[in-house]
Each structure stands twice: as C-alpha cells, then as structure tokens.
C-alpha cells in the first residue's frame, strides 16, 4: 500500500513492539509469495529406481531411464518427510553491541530474521526448532509445526540475553552430534572466532549431510569503522577497554576485517555452505527476500 509505513526498514522495525509483530511484518511483507516452500527438496533424497507396476504414481517415472533403456522406471526416495529447520542463534555478549548507525544491536537483528523464517517455514507446514548459545548451549526448542510452537520459538528468542564469550566450534561439533536427522541449519551469528574453527565446525554439519545457511550479522560500524575523534572501545567477551586514536588504526583494521571475511566467505564457498551477510543497518525483509529468490533460482536450475 502507497502510504503504509515500510515495516522492513530497521529504524521502522525497532520501534514496532514484540519480535513476533516484527517477524509478522516481514514475512506478510516483502519475503510470503516467493515459493510456497523455499527449502524444498532438501529433505527428499533418491535412493534407487525399480520398475513399473500398474497402479504406481506416473509422476514418479523416470524419463531419462526410459529413452536409454526403453523401459519404465520409478525413481525411489529414502524419506518424503517434511522439512526440519534448526535455527542456532548466537547470544553471546558481542551480539549485544549496538553502533550508532544502527537502529537495533546485532542480537535484536538476529531474533528478527531467526523469527520471520521460522513464521515462514512453518507456514509452509514444515517443522522449525531452535538452540541458543555462546560458549554452551543456553536453550533449546525441539522442532515442531504448531501456531503454538511458533509461540514458544518466540518467548525463547525473547527471553535469551547477552551471555558471555563465543565459543563457535566446540558449540557446532555438539550440535552436529546431537540434529541426526538430515534437514536445513541456519545459523545466525557475528562469528567473532578463529575462522578455521567456525569453518571446521560448520564442516561438521555438512558431513551430516544437513544443509547449512550461515546469516552473518554485522553492524556498519564494524564493517565500516566510521570513528575519527579519540574514541574508548569497550571490550566485550573478556576484552580490555582501550583508548585509541582511531584514524591511526583504520586502515589496519579494514585490511584485517577484510582479510576475515575473505577467507569466511571462501570457506564456505568451498563447503558448500550458503553465506548471506546481514548488515544491521539494512532493511531485513529485503535481504532475506533477496537470499530466498536467488535460492530458489539456483534450486530450479
């Protein structure tokens, strides 16, 4: 509607009361009307082929196998379940910190896009769960399908605080163990750790054949270090606070940043793990909608 207010716009979005309004906004906004299912054929894998039989499903039929062989086949499928997204939030005390470009912190943005795709997921009758975490495992969600269970997924977010310092590999190694069943993992983190233990953790998901999609949450400030004036930089997860000049730093530190992200994005690349970076000053129900698109074209391909 022309005159209504743009609820995807972080300044909009941080004053509109309750993550599940918020979550609401964005999915009956820019992102619902995409794919009925986005993740779709994720969690149905080809097991074998075995002949026709008069009353199986044509749609099931094999037609490449048929031009080679002149016979009909039926493609077999290990599991036609529905979909399981786990959502692993990051509440570690870093995702707390709020720059002044920013409208929301890190966390605040998080909890935004982890509840707008679980709305979304579970309108497309699938199931979502959800683990918090820093250093450990704070709370956790077993997946379900129910308006209720969106409720629940939602007080969780609500009620999770900054904890203490990040502890990604050890947290992602566990988890890997723990989600048997093959499904999609989202992770939404800052992902402030050694990044070949993030890659080798996020590894792990991949050789328990989950797909994986890492939301990268950064605020400008950290992407684009905008101080100039002597600045005292507080240290977060068992940092010393430090005064600096920053003007003297900048470049070292754009070169570093860059550096990290080059080798993260690099990484995963290779792993096949979707990377998508959110920048907290950037309306969120375009860039899920953006990622959610070009997912889909690629799955179609």
Partial sequence: ???????????????????????????????????????????????????????????????????R?????????????????TLLLDVSESMAYRGPAAAMSKLDYARSAAAALAYLVLQQQDCVGLTTFDHQVRATVRPGSTPA??????????????????????????????????GVVIVLSDLFDEVEAVLTGLKHFRHRRHDVILFHVLDPAELDFPFHDVTRFRGLEGWNDLVVEPRALRQAYLKQFENYLRRLQQGCRAAQIDYVLLRTDRSLGLALASYLAARLRRSRM
């Fill in 1 to 67: 509607m022309e005159n209504s207010p743009n609820y995807f716009d972080p300044q909009v979005l941080a004053r509109l009361e309750g993550l599940s309004l918020r979550a609401r906004r964005i999915v009956e906004g820019y992102v619902a009307g995409l794919h009925h299912s986005p993740y779709h054929g994720f969690s149905i894998e080809f097991a074998e082929h075995r002949e026709y039989a008069p009353g199986d499903d044509l749609r099931y039929l094999d037609w490449k196998v048929f031009g």
């Fill in 69 to 85: 062989t002149d016979k009909f086949y039926l493609k077999q499928f290990e599991e036609e379940t529905n979909l399981i997204c």
């Fill in 149 to 182: 269970h969106w409720k629940e997924l939602i007080r969780v977010m609500e009620e999770s605080s900054p904890g203490r310092e990040t502890a990604l590999a050890p947290i992602f190694h566990e988890l890997a163990e723990r989600t048997r069943r093959r």
